[in-house]
């Protein structure tokens, strides 16, 4: 069992940061590859980036790149999300979530076995 627990969310100006925390307790963090996913009212839930375990590889959706970096320190159980340049479109409850060591290291929300309660990112026009 994860437990997984987020943090840094708010209101931004556009064009503004953040950095989204997600802190795990419970089994060996380094045995989960993580990711990022959001949701925006009335819209599913979306990948936004991910990495593998070792954080030797990532993954961002079209949307997040060349924006957003995923990261981790496995020595502090955690995994971060630095989000830049912030759009009124970026706006929704992001979420992190642990996916069990296994070949694929990112994959849709039904790869996900634990989920974090989610944080809420606000980006004002």
């Known amino acids: 069992q994860v437990l997984l627990v987020e943090s840094g969310g708010g209101l931004v100006q556009a064009g503004g940061s953040l950095r989204l925390s997600c802190t795990a307790s419970g089994r060996t963090f380094s045995s989960y590859h993580m990711g990022w996913f959001r949701q925006a009212p009335g819209k599913e839930r979306e990948l936004v980036a991910a990495?593998?375990?070792?954080?030797?590889?990532?993954y961002y959706a079209d949307s997040a790149k060349g924006r957003f970096t995923i990261s981790r320190d496995n020595a502090k159980n955690t995994v971060y999300l630095q989000m830049n340049s912030l759009k009124p479109e970026d706006t929704a409850v992001y979420v992190c979530a642990a996916k069990e060591y296994g070949s694929d290291w990112y994959g849709p929300v039904g790869a996900y076995d634990y989920w974090g309660q989610g944080t809420q990112v606000t980006v004002s026009s």
């Open positions: 990495i593998r375990w070792s954080g030797a590889s990532t």
